[in-house]
């Protein structure tokens, strides 16, 4: 049927095949790559277990609790803030203190492109843009918008990301 419209000359973006699973839509997929027809698969659930999604509502949650030592250590060891192991490890000594607090004792403030002081200044813009202008910063800044758009031309990861980012917007106009 989708040959049949594409001859007709209706545009591939106008064609929309809805289904009930996932599982028929990649068989579709499939038959359609058979036949040289491009296919984009949308679906609704999944969408936080995304990397792209992951890795920016890690930064989020760094911004909420800078003290949460897992996802801390998921910001410094993502390629965003991309800090060397043996430097991460020097803050990790104990588990019983906030990895961010040893991160901070240890970083000299007037190495102003060090990863931690880069963290410490987005901390900082919270108090006075809110947590949505700063999540956008940061994922314009540490380049995650650009490695989304080079890993994937079709804009799906950047559409996620973005989704994210005005989700976040939303929320913050509510009461």
């Not at 989020?60 to 250590?73: E, G, S, T, V």
């Not at 931690?116 to 918008?145: H, P, T």
């Amino acid at each position: 049927r989708i040959q049949e419209l594409l001859a007709a000359g209706v545009s591939a973006e106008k064609i929309c095949v809805l289904s009930r699973t996932r599982e028929s839509l990649e068989k579709l997929a499939k038959a359609a790559e058979a036949y040289g027809i491009s296919v984009q698969i949308h679906v609704a659930g999944g969408f936080y277990n995304r990397p792209e999604v992951r890795d920016s509502l890690a930064l989020l949650k760094f911004l909420i609790n800078p003290h949460d030592n897992l996802n801390f250590l998921s910001c410094l060891r993502s390629p965003w803030v991309n800090m060397p192991d043996q430097e991460i490890l020097s803050y990790c000594h104990s588990g019983r203190h906030s990895f961010w607090s040893q991160a901070l004792r240890q970083v000299l403030e007037s190495n102003d492109r060090h990863p931690i002081v880069l963290l410490k200044k987005y901390l900082q813009m919270c108090q006075e843009a809110g947590y949505g202008l700063v999540l956008r910063r940061m994922l314009v800044d540490l380049g995650v918008f650009d490695y989304a758009e080079k890993l994937d031309p079709t804009g799906r990861r950047e559409a996620n990301i973005w989704k994210l980012v005005s989700s976040l917007f939303e929320y913050e106009r509510t009461s």
